[in-house]
Each structure stands twice: as structure tokens, then as C-alpha cells.
């Protein structure tokens, strides 16, 4: 079972991944709830910390029922990552995770995110850094290298198990690739089998299926995987692999009144977190994750985005419960 420093996670656990306007308290609860084994949050700019902007400062809320979290942060300057890691410290996640994967241009003239895979001695100056700045267990999330030409991700991994850092999360893609093209799972293969490396490895990218996750479970060996935009409403995904792993069976897709509920969940929980106006405003982008596919549903969408009061949201969603009731044999 793959541990990070005092966190023993289960047997290839499922990782949520740090996504940007996603993964916040609300939906971490959501992801964990339906079998998530460790959150990540957003990623946070650790010169956002130090200058007490809010924004960054309400991504460091974290809450037990999520544990175990880790809070993401980046940055290119080895004196603010120090600094924020010892902001992150206060707050007590159970890690500290460094993006050095972010492809967007802003972060990575920066010399943050991915921008770090062209000088792989500042990365490793960042990482110290942070560690310098945190008693907590310190990870790092990457990509496999710049571009096709420079994939170096063998090297970064030994450098940073070398400093202590404790596991390594690999999204399949260069830096070039942004999101384009395929993940290719074999590089991080290679740095699993590399006799020097102990930490736990976690491959990500492009998991969308319980069959895709178990083929790769057992293609590539790795100690856990990491799923992100495949859980983006449907946080089903994680006990639907779980279930795979275990059984060889798939479970029963959602029905549309288990829909319901987790959008229902996810706005109740982000009122409480954000307060009921921004937190009503902000769900509104998540509705037509929760029910992709559902015949009819345009103008139930038009309601749920359009729709200010809480009360109001609830009676659009017992309508909708009761409209779909019989219609899960055709999801
Ligand atoms: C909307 C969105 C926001 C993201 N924000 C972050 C982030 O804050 N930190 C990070 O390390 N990666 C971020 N990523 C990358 C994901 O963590 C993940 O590496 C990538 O989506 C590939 O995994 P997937 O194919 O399972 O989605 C983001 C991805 C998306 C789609």
C-alpha cells in the first residue's frame, strides 16, 4: 500500500486531481464521498498567499471530512514558495503538492507550472524551498518533459526523490501538448521500473472508464492513478473503478434522481462554503456536466442557470425528479 509520509493510502488508490475552479471543498466532498481516496486542491499562486489575496486564501480552506487533502501551490520564485509553504503549513493539510505541470502561458513565463521541465536545477531549488518552508510531506505533479524531443522526466524523478520528495504524479503529456494528442502511460512505466526510485508514482491522464482504468492498472504496474476531468460531474467514476478493480462487473450508471442529488449536494455545500449568492452563481457552470446526455434536459438547464433563490433551485429539482422518474433504462 503506497504511503505518503504518515498518510497510508489503500491498495492503487484513486487520486482526485488539483483542478483549477473544480476541485474545491464542495466537490472534493463530492469525489470522496463516492470514493475518492486523496483530494488535491486547486492549484494556488504562492505570490497570491504571501500578498493575502483572497482568492488564493479561500482555496487554503480545508475540512476533515475531506482528509486525506493535499493543497497545490506554484510559483517560480524559490523565496515565495518557501513563504507560502509556511502559509500552508498553518492550515494543516496532510501535504504540500508543487505544480510543475501547468502548460498556460502566464504561469509558465514565469518560470512556474511546466515552465520549470526547460531548467530542471531551478525546480529542484523550488522544491527545496518549499520543503525548507513545510513539516508536512511535500509531492510534486508534472508532465513528462517540455516537449517530444526533451522528455526528461527520468531525470526529474530521481532528483526530486533524491531532496525528499515523497511521491511524483505524472500527467502522460508534454508541456507541448497542452491537452492535445494521447497520454503515453509508458513513461511513467519506465521510471517505476527504475530499481533508484521508491516513491510512490501516479499516472494520470485520460482515465474515463472503469475498463480503461483497470487496463492500465494492469499495463503499467504504477502505485495509484489520478482522475480529473472524467470526475467533472460525474463522481461516480471513482466507485465505478473501485467496483471494476474488485468484481470485473460494472455497476449501474447513475439514475437521473442520483443526478439530481449530487448536483443538488454540490450547490447546498458550495452556499455553505461560498454563501448562497456566489455560491448559487458559481454551480451554475457545473449543470451540464451533472446531466450530459439526458434527453429533454435544455430547458431544465435554462431554469437551473437562470434561477436565483435556493428554494426556487430545490422545486426545479423535485420537477425534474419527477419528470425523469422512469427514465433511467434510457441513460
Ligand atoms: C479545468 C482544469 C483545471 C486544472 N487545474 C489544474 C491545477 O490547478 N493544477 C494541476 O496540477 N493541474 C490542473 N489541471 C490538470 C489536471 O490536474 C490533470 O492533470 C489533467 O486534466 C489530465 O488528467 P485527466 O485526463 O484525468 O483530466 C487542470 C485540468 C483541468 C481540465
Not at 464521498?33 to 489575496?53: K, P, V
Not at 455560491?279 to 450530459?292: A, Q
Request: proline share 5%; glycine share 8%.
Amino acid at each position: 500500500m503506497p504511503k505518503i509520509g504518515n498518510i497510508i493510502l489503500p491498495e492503487h488508490p484513486l487520486l482526485l486531481a488539483p483542478m483549477e475552479d473544480v476541485s474545491d471543498p464542495p466537490f472534493r466532498r463530492l469525489c470522496k464521498m463516492h470514493g475518492a481516496d486523496l483530494m488535491y486542491s486547486e492549484f494556488i499562486s504562492s505570490e497570491g498567499l504571501i500578498r493575502d489575496a483572497m482568492k488564493s486564501k479561500m482555496k487554503l480552506d480545508i475540512f476533515d471530512y475531506e482528509r486525506p487533502v493535499g493543497i497545490q501551490i506554484f510559483g517560480g520564485d524559490e523565496e515565495a514558495m518557501e513563504m507560502s509553504a509556511k502559509i500552508v503549513d498553518t492550515v494543516q493539510p496532510d501535504l504540500v503538492d508543487i505544480n510543475f505541470g501547468c502548460p498556460v502561458k502566464k504561469v509558465v513565463c514565469k518560470g512556474a507550472g511546466a515552465g520549470v521541465l526547460k531548467d530542471v536545477d531551478l525546480m529542484i531549488r523550488l522544491t527545496k524551498a518549499v520543503i525548507k518552508g513545510t513539516s508536512l510531506p511535500v509531492t510534486v505533479k508534472t508532465r513528462l518533459g517540455w516537449d517530444e524531443s526533451s522528455i526528461n522526466i527520468d531525470e526529474v524523478a530521481e532528483r526530486l526523490q533524491d531532496i525528499g520528495v515523497q511521491a511524483l504524479t505524472v500527467h502522460a503529456r508534454t508541456r507541448a501538448q497542452m491537452y492535445k494528442g494521447h497520454s503515453d502511460w509508458t513513461h511513467i512505466e519506465r521510471i517505476k521500473n527504475n530499481p533508484r526510485i521508491s516513491m510512490p508514482i501516479f499516472g494520470n491522464g485520460d482515465i474515463d472508464s472503469a475498463e480503461k482504468a483497470l487496463e492500465y492498472k494492469n499495463r503499467f504496474g504504477l502505485d495509484g492513478m489520478m482522475i480529473g476531468r472524467a470526475a467533472i460531474g460525474y463522481p461516480w467514476i471513482f466507485n465505478e473503478i473501485k467496483h471494476f478493480f474488485k468484481t470485473g462487473e460494472k455497476l449501474a450508471p447513475p439514475t437521473v434522481a442520483d443526478r439530481v442529488e449530487a448536483a443538488q449536494n454540490h450547490l447546498i455545500w458550495s452556499m455553505e462554503w461560498k454563501g448562497e449568492r456566489v455560491g448559487i452563481v458559481e454551480m451554475r457552470r457545473h449543470y451540464t456536466n451533472y446531466f450530459k446526455g439526458i434527453h429533454g434536459f435544455k430547458e431544465y438547464k435554462q431554469k437551473l442557470v437562470t434561477t436565483d433563490g435556493h428554494n426556487e433551485l430545490f422545486e426545479i429539482f423535485n420537477q425534474i425528479r419527477e419528470v425523469y422518474a422512469n427514465y433511467e433504462h434510457q441513460v
